[in-house]
């Protein structure tokens, strides 16, 4: 094994593990903060996807693709909280879980009745189409942008929960909910917002995964299984943990795709059930819960 | 009588007189006239081959609608149910549609996994299956069965052409890629039995399980062994990633991409774009055939849904075909599989595909394999034939068929 293929092997750890923490992120959040397990996640990541598209088609302009996409999806994401996710705070788990996937479901024919049953694919912006050489190597620039979009969206992500007001109230919603809305708080607009930016994250996921992997039906439920791995190796609710977790699957997946291809889920699986024997509550869970 | 011309009239009653004469089968003819032709489809309309059940659909739409939706006086019905991809809920819709639909003839499906699924319950109940584009290769060797035809290919054939020509027109190295299910280890084992056959050498070979998204890992093995040329089988989405990633990564220009035609078939080519040009592949279909027959079902094709076909709509066509012209010969009679089969077994027809004729020995369609390269030329982003394997039949033999 040489030196060029583990530079590229590191290269696309890293940004499988940055989308899948555009993904997991917004799902620990809305858990961390509503207590929701939200099925309806990998749907935002696909709708993302698919504005995404049609931003494209209108703007003819990635960079105005992108932000389109988070805002609309993320706006669809604060309009499910209130119509329908509200209803079931406190509820029976259960509830929520069937709720929330059957909003996946529809979703899912919702997009494939809109777009077509087809795979779309987005293209890749035209400047980052090359390579670009990383000690010698060669490796795909729109990919290494994707590292370091994921990379800003994780500190500034931190940055907005520990240093705003604003993340304070929602770190303090985590931990006590009452007492925030004993402080006069408006928990409606608070949830729906927290909720709308999970959906928001996850469109960020979709919109910049499309040119690696393209738009089409039914990509939801696919990363949906390792956003929830993720979120739950790292703790539920925490951020961290969602940080460390995508890197850790990130790497488990790639190498194993490389290494042992026949392994390569299982290898996933395996960092899950070594992690939950370690820590039953995930890397950064119970204790620490943000 | 729109829709029944006057040679269909009078086929439809040649038939019944001769059936008359014999004294048999009458009563039943009598029965089925007019009875409901129910066809279920068993095909995937969501997940990774999405597409090609829609285009297999539309491709039998073709001929029924041509047909004004009645064949040898039956109305014809075309039941959908989407198998997922997935044995276990294939298996269910069968059951469905031989229980409490109770139907005449069952297309489908798509994945290989599936059809060896179905293979036993089909071979049981006595309904003929039209596969209409699962490759595995048992399904018409050692798992064969007098009730199942393939319209489409054995993965055999999909891929053994191309290993003589590769050697020869490439090079002598080859790194071999495919999905990690029962298609994908035939077709690239078709491919490397005829490619190492040349005195070609395989350098590497990888399977990714079925529905990936990110073939990274794949890229940076293919690169670090740098050969002179790349097999792969992938279709639908997975094909579009494969293709596009091949490029991001650097490899087109310094690798040459060949694979199945799956890999860069009409279907997928258009999202794949310029990361698909230069690649070589084998399929027994590609729009720019210029054979009249192709020529045709083209201009009727784009009329019914909008798009131009891919190989999986010519699959769906040939498989309707096939339907029409066994119920014309059988008089619209389709209670004696026996019969039924007896009779699917000796079709034939010009097809868009090129002639259409089943190998009685297996039931898989015997195939031109047309040998092609992407091009930007008069039809735009598309495959053009550079040479042609003819006739290429599979070489398996079915010990339950009696020829």
């Keep these: 094994m040489d030196l060029a293929f583990l530079v590229t092997q590191a290269l696309n750890a890293l940004q499988a593990g940055m989308l899948l923490f555009l993904l997991s992120s917004g799902l620990a959040l809305i858990f961390g903060v509503l207590h929701v397990i939200n099925f309806a996640h990998g749907a935002f990541y696909m709708l993302g996807a698919y504005v995404g598209l049609t931003g494209l088609a209108l703007t003819g302009r990635f960079w105005l693709a992108v932000p389109l996409a988070v805002l609309v999806v993320g706006a669809v994401g604060a309009l499910v909280e209130r119509a329908f996710i509200r209803r079931l705070y406190g509820a029976d788990p259960l509830a929520q879980a069937l709720l929330t996937f059957g909003l996946l479901l529809v979703l899912d024919e919702g997009v494939k009745w809109l777009w077509g049953p087809q795979i779309r694919s987005l293209p890749t912006p035209e400047a980052l189409r090359g390579t670009i050489a990383l000690l010698g190597v060669p490796y795909p620039a729109y990919r290494l942008l994707v590292v370091a979009v994921g990379g800003v969206a994780a500190v500034t992500l931190w940055l907005f929960l520990e240093r705003s007001r604003l993340g304070a109230i929602l770190r303090a919603g985590v931990s006590d909910r009452q007492m925030v809305a004993a402080l006069g708080i408006n928990l409606g607009v608070l949830f729906a917002f927290t909720f709308g930016l999970g959906a928001g994250l996850a469109a960020f996921g979709g919109v910049m995964a499309g040119p690696i992997a393209s ?45 042992a291809p026949d392994w390569a889920m299982v290898a996933v699986y395996a960092v899950m059930v070594a992690v939950l024997l370690w820590r039953p509550t995930g890397m950064f869970g119970a204790e620490a819960a943000t | 009588m729109a829709g029944m011309s006057r040679r269909q009239v009078l086929r439809t009653g040649v038939a019944a007189g001769v059936s008359a004469a014999a004294g048999l089968a009458f009563p039943a003819l009598l029965r089925a006239q007019g009875k409901p032709l129910k066809i279920g489809l068993l095909l995937p309309y969501s997940k990774v081959y999405a597409v090609l059940g829609e285009s297999i659909t539309n491709g039998m739409r073709v001929v029924f609608e041509a047909e004004g939706n009645r064949v040898a006086g039956r109305p014809v019905e075309l039941l959908r149910e989407d198998d997922e991809v997935s044995p276990p809920v294939g298996l269910r819709k069968l059951r469905k549609f031989l229980t409490s639909d109770q139907v005449d003839f069952v297309v489908g499906p798509v994945s290989s996994a599936v059809a060896a699924a179905i293979r036993d319950p089909i071979h049981q109940a006595k309904v003929i299956l039209l596969n209409a584009n699962a490759g595995d290769n048992a399904l018409t060797r050692e798992r064969c069965s007098p009730y199942i035809f393939r319209t489409s290919f054995s993965n055999w054939q999909t891929s053994y052409g191309l290993g003589a020509w590769a050697k020869q027109h490439i090079g002598g190295t080859a790194y071999l890629t495919g999905s990690d299910y029962a298609a994908g280890y035939q077709i690239v084992g078709a491919f490397r039995e005829a490619f190492v056959a040349a005195g070609g050498t395989v ?201």
Excluded: W
Aim: charged content about 20%; aromatic content about 8%; glycine content about 12%.
């Design chain 1, 215 to 259: 738009a089409y039906p039914g990509m939801g439920v696919e990363v949906l299984i390792k956003a929830f791995i993720v979120v739950v190796i790292g703790g539920l609710g925490s951020l961290k943990g969602a940080a460390v977790g995508s890197l850790l699957i990130g790497v488990a997946e790639t190498f194993g795709q490389a290494l």
């Design chain 2, 203 to 403: 350098v590497g070979e990888s399977y990714v399980k079925l529905g990936s998204t990110d073939y990274a890992a794949i890229m940076a093995k293919i690169g670090a062994v740098g050969p002179a040329l790349s097999f792969s089988f992938f279709a639908g989405s997975d094909a579009v990633h494969f293709v596009k990633q091949f490029a991001e990564f650097g490899l087109k220009g310094k690798v040459r991409l060949t694979g199945a035609g799956f890999l860069v078939s009409d279907d997928v080519l258009e999202s794949q774009g310029d990361a698909a040009v230069g690649a070589v592949s084998t399929l027994h279909y590609t729009r720019t055939l210029q054979n009249p027959q192709n020529l045709e079902f083209r201009k009727r094709y784009q009329a019914l849904t909008g798009k131009p076909p891919d190989v999986y709509a010519v699959q769906g066509y040939d498989t309707a075909r096939v339907i029409l012209e066994a119920l014309r010969r059988t008089g619209g009679d389709t209670t004696d599989p026996e019969r039924l089969s007896g009779v699917i077994r000796g079709i034939q027809f010009e097809s868009p595909r090129g002639r259409f004729r089943f190998d009685p020995a297996t039931h898989n369609a015997i195939n031109d394999m047309y040998v092609m390269e992407v091009r930007r030329g008069d039809e735009g982003l598309a495959n053009y034939v550079v040479s042609v394997v003819k006739e290429l039949k599979d070489p398996g033999h079915c010990p339950n068929i009696t020829a």
